[in-house]
């Protein structure tokens, strides 16, 4: 359709030829309303209905200011309960972690032998004279 009809009674005719929902369609590519994918887009009154039978119910539930403040009270409990749960959980993880590094370095090093032993026992510098005089290795 790239030219445009003379005279009324040609346009009606070419409507009748083709019909009315493709001729809408082949005048709104033309004039570049709509890209030339050949399919019509959906129409914006039926979005605009739709919104418009949502206002009186969200307008309602709005009204309800008790109901709003209960409503964003459970919100704020859930979400904080929500967080001490996982903040029992990552202390509890990280007790267990800490407990496990405890074990590991219980047995790799000796950490206490009794009152007057394990005071020396952290002091990993050796007396390399004393060592020397005793015959012993570094």
Request: hydrophobic share 25%.
């Amino acid at each position: 359709m790239s030219e445009q009809p003379l005279s009324r009674q040609e346009l009606y005719e070419q409507v009748r030829k083709v019909g009315k929902e493709e001729f809408i369609l082949e005048e709104m590519i033309r004039y570049g309303f709509w890209s030339p994918q050949g399919t019509i887009p959906e129409d914006p009154a039926d979005e605009i209905r739709r919104e418009l039978e949502e206002l009186p119910r969200e307008s309602s539930r709005l009204h309800n200011e008790q109901k709003l403040r209960k409503e964003a009270l459970k919100q704020r409990l859930a979400e904080s309960r929500r967080k001490q749960q996982e903040t029992k959980e990552r202390r509890e993880r990280e007790r267990l972690e800490r407990a496990e590094a405890w074990k590991q370095r219980k047995q790799q090093e000796i950490i206490y032998l009794g009152e007057e032993v394990s005071a020396g026992l952290n002091h990993h510098q050796g007396n390399l004279e004393r060592l020397r005089n005793n015959n012993l290795p570094f």
